[in-house]
């Protein structure tokens, strides 16, 4: 088979890039083997920048989390610093406070990155998550030795409504419904109930939480889904309820808010189908 000089340039410069894809495109309509290259080389080369792209984002989504957890590490980093530097002069009722601010301290340390690494991951498309059909109430009660001691403090409740069948990655999502349970428990009134509930419809399967209280104000929710601007707890970062919409996110779903009204606030869970 004769190959022409002009023909093999041709294919040099595509692999290295000579010519942009948008003025050149190497695939012939042709038969003929060597055409049979040109079409192979041009999708391998193909497939080769799309996963530089994806490489890239991912970068880039690491670098930004990488970032964030620099920031929010400064402040209980140098407070542990001080505390070790008076620790050995200190008394030993102040050393015994040291210790546990310094614990308190690292326990908060470690849930924050671990939260950002799983954001992380779940963002760049590092996580394959696994789906089965699971009860509403298998989730409620995998998220309830989280939120039992909560639920005491508050003298609050949860109730199921209706018992429905999710289509969701079970352990996952587990960690997403207990991040916005945790949302309603602190923003419900005393005494109250949580009220879970769930249903399916030809689109979408759908979990609820509703609490009762005060609703939502606008400006909250604006910054409710974005990382470190809604922490009303002094305790918390901010990232529960974004590292909830990326969990649903990672699955196809998403997370809607119903906050119209001054009788509490709802959340829906869509599973899309």
């Known amino acids: 088979m004769w190959i022409s000089k002009k023909e093999v340039e041709q294919i ?6 000579n010519i942009s894809y948008e003025e050149f495109d190497i695939r012939e309509n042709k038969e003929g083997k060597i055409n049979v290259l040109k079409n192979d080389i041009y999708s391998l080369v193909r497939k080769k920048e799309e996963q530089i792209k994806e490489l890239e984002n991912e970068r880039n989504i690491l670098s930004d989390y990488m970032a964030d957890i620099s920031h929010q590490l400064k402040t209980p980093i140098s407070s542990m610093m001080i505390m070790a530097d008076l620790f050995e002069d200190a008394e030993p009722a102040k050393r015994d406070e040291f ?5 308190f301290s690292l326990g908060k340390m470690d849930w924050l990155l671990g939260a950002l690494l799983k954001m992380a991951k779940i963002d760049a498309g590092s996580i394959e998550f696994s789906k089965i059909s ?7 009660d995998a998220v309830m030795p989280s939120v039992g001691i909560l ?12 018992d429905c069948l999710i289509h969701c990655d079970k352990r996952w999502t587990t960690e997403a419904l207990t991040n916005i349970i945790k949302n309603a428990i602190e923003h419900a009134d005393k005494e109250s109930t949580i009220e879970i509930d769930s249903g399916d419809n030809p689109m979408y399967n759908w979990i609820s939480v509703k609490n009762t209280g005060v609703s939502l104000t606008k400006q909250q929710y604006y910054k409710l889904f974005r990382r470190f601007e809604n922490s009303t707890n002094e305790n918390g970062f901010g990232i529960g309820m974004p590292l909830a919409l990326s969990i649903i996110k990672g699955q196809g779903g998403d997370i809607d808010v119903d906050f119209d ?11 899309f189908k």
Do not use: A, H, Y
């Not at 040099?12 to 890039?17: C, K, L, Q, R, Y």
């Not at 210790?99 to 614990?103: E, M």
């Not at 009204?261 to 599973?271: A, L, P, Q, R």
């Open 134 to 140: 699971v009860q509403v109430s298998e989730l409620v």
């Open 151 to 162: 639920l005491d403090i508050n003298d609050q409740n949860i109730s199921i409504k209706n």
């Open 261 to 271: 009204d001054d009788t509490g606030t709802k959340f829906v869970i869509k599973m």
């Open 99 to 103: 210790i546990r601010d310094i614990k």
């Open 12 to 17: 040099s410069d595509f692999i290295n890039g």
